[in-house]
Each structure stands twice: as C-alpha cells, then as structure tokens.
C-alpha cells in the first residue's frame, strides 16, 4: 500500500521568499506523484506530477518538485511566493493499475506581506 | 469544455435525515471518485467507479453510505440517517481512463452540515 506524509500542517514564509513545502511517500513500486492546491471553498487543482520521466517537474504558477527516489521525496519549491499563492497544498501518491490516489494531510500557506 | 460540476454546494441535514450528493464528470470521462475531507484533514478516498459498476468501496462506511453511476445522468453519493460525524466536504473527482499516472479533475465540492 501507499501513503504520503506532509511534514508541518503550517508553512507561513514571506512575500518574495522562497517556499518549500515537504513531501516524502512510502511504495514497494514506482510511484506517481502529485501535487493539488486548493483554495479556500473550491476544489483541487493540479500543479505539477510525476510519472517516471524527467525527476525535476515544472508545473504551474512557477512552482516545482524533485522527484528523489533514495529519500523518497517529492518536495515542492517556488523560488519568490507571491501573495495569490496562500492555499492548501497536497502530495497524493498513485501506481500503476491503482484506483485511486493517495493524499497527504496537506499544509496550509501563508504568505506575509 | 465544462467542468467538473458538482451540486448542491452546501448541505444542511438534520440528524437522521437523507444527503444525496451529485456529481457530473466532465465530458468524455467514464471513471468517477468520491473523496471525504474531514476538517483540517487530507481528502480520503471513499469510492471508485465506472458507468453502471463499482470497481472499489473500500474507502466506504460499511453502513448508510452508498454510491452509483448510471448510465444516465451524474453519479450520487447518499448518505442516509446521517449523523454529525458525516459533516464533511465531499468532492468528485473524474478521469478519462483508470488512475494509474493519470490527473484526476476535481469538482468544487458538496459541503455537508449535519446539525
């Protein structure tokens, strides 16, 4: 089975500094991972994923993730935070021929003015 | 291209009474989930499935909760004689294929309040 763990519930970073948010997963097969954001009342929304190409993802909004399979992780940076990126952020965790993905508890952003 | 559409938005049950939650996929997708997200938690699966079938419940209360997916019309989820543990978000989520390394599209949302 898989699972994903969110290390800190809060990040509260600057306007303009750099954000990084933690993700690190647990599989007996090669993963795919995924980050969503959700903002407040609405649904989730697809940042970026991985699926065994490139270990360095690019997704929306200036955000990224690098896949390390010796750590297990799939962190997400963004080099300068802006205020609209104030959300929540989810890892989740599939495999191939899975049913469904797998989330973390997510972590909540807060930018600073 | 609409969508994932989701309704109603919020939900107010009594103890007791029916919640019937709708979901439609966004066109051309056959594959629909359910997911759960208690307050101040992650989304946890609750139930997967294609046009007429269930494929995976395992996410699912044994009991009062159940899903389907006609061949018509959107999917629901109904939770009957609901009780204030059900007060949740419950969010569809809908897929072209099986999840795999595929992205899932995710509705706004059904909030729930049991009062």
């Known amino acids: 089975a898989q699972s994903v763990t969110q290390l800190g519930s809060h990040v509260s970073v600057s306007e303009g500094a750099l954000v990084l948010l933690r993700c690190n997963y647990s599989?007996?097969?090669?993963?795919?991972l995924f980050w969503y954001v959700q903002y407040p009342n609405q649904g989730l929304q697809l940042l970026l994923k991985?699926?065994?190409?490139?270990?360095l993802v690019k997704g929306i909004n200036g955000f990224e993730a690098e896949f390390k399979k010796s750590e297990t992780s799939f962190h997400l940076t963004k080099p300068s935070a802006h205020m609209s990126d104030a959300a929540e952020y989810f890892c989740a965790v599939s495999v191939e021929g899975a049913q469904k993905l797998v989330f973390g508890q997510g972590t909540r952003l807060t930018i600073n003015p | 291209n609409a969508g994932v559409m989701q309704n109603p938005r919020h939900l107010v049950r009594r103890r007791g009474q029916e919640a019937r939650l709708r979901c439609s996929p966004m066109k051309g997708h056959s594959h629909v989930y359910w997911y759960r997200q208690l307050p101040e938690e992650g989304l946890k699966f609750m139930v997967y499935?294609?046009?007429?079938?269930?494929?995976?419940e395992s996410g699912m209360p044994k009991e009062r909760f159940s899903a389907e997916f006609p061949k018509e019309g959107p999917s629901i989820l109904r939770i009957q004689q609901v009780v204030r543990g059900d007060s949740a978000a419950y969010f569809c989520a809908s897929s072209p294929r099986g999840q795999g390394q595929g992205e899932q599209y995710f509705g706004p949302g059904t909030r729930l309040t049991v009062t």
């Open positions: 599989s007996s097969v090669p993963p795919y």
């Open positions: 499935l294609q046009k007429e079938n269930i494929i995976d």
């Open positions: 991985y699926t065994s190409a490139a270990t």
